[in-house]
């Protein structure tokens, strides 16, 4: 799972939180639910995902439970990758 929680969480310092402290993204940090991340964002975010990991996201794949932490994103891409 670190090697999936790794490059998303650099990917959300970089890109959503610049300037943050990085110590205060953890993988149960919510990520939806807890403002981080808006709609844009979301939206980037699965971007990401799918050209980093090589997987194609469906839409009723892409909802708050499934990438409000970098625990759920990284299990969702785990369920993903190994069905490709």
Known sequence: MDEIIGPVRQYIL??????EDP???RS???LISG?????LATLE???FLEQRFGIQLEAHEVDAERLD???AI???VQGK????
């Open 14 to 19: 970089d890109t959503v939180l610049r300037g």
């Open 23 to 25: 110590s205060a993204l």
């Open 28 to 30: 149960d940090t919510p």
């Open 35 to 39: 403002g981080i991340l808006d709609s």
């Open 45 to 47: 975010l699965v971007s």
């Open 69 to 71: 932490t970098l625990s």
């Open 74 to 76: 990284a299990a969702l």
């Open 81 to 84: 990758s190994a069905r490709v």
